[in-house]
């Protein structure tokens, strides 16, 4: 049972990626995904979270209207997608699963390793 982000980068100011959450040996649809990221020195975040149906969607106030989280089920993956990149969006991305979202946060049964995203000119 795992999850694992991939799509981190070094990416300019204004610039967009996607980050995606692959998940083998449980099937995601019976789980809320939630994405957070931490700085070194700082608490890890939560930044987005998605219910299991996809239905909601839940966002942390500095990134709403930036980041869209989204999920394809039978690709067993949920994505987030982040435009206007920020210097301080520069962190390590991770994902977790969980039974529900507690807003745009959870708790996190399973997490996945992490993806570094770099934002700087």
């Known amino acids: 049972v795992q999850l694992v982000e991939s799509g981190g980068g070094l990416v300019q100011p204004g610039g967009s990626l996607r980050l995606s959450c692959a998940a083998s040996g449980f099937t995601l649809v019976d789980y809320a995904i939630g994405w957070f990221r931490q700085v070194p020195g700082k608490e890890r975040e939560g930044v987005s979270c998605i219910t299991g149906s996809g239905s909601s969607t839940y966002y942390r106030p500095s990134v709403k209207g930036r980041f869209t989280v989204s999920r394809d089920n039978a690709k067993n993956t949920v994505y987030l997608q982040i435009n206007s990149l920020k210097p301080e969006d520069t962190a390590v991305y991770y994902c977790?699963?969980?039974?529900?979202?507690?807003?745009?946060?959870?708790?996190?049964?399973?997490w996945g390793q992490g993806t570094q995203v770099t934002v700087s000119s």
């Open positions: 977790a699963a969980d039974n529900y979202c507690s807003g745009y946060g959870m708790g996190g049964l399973v």
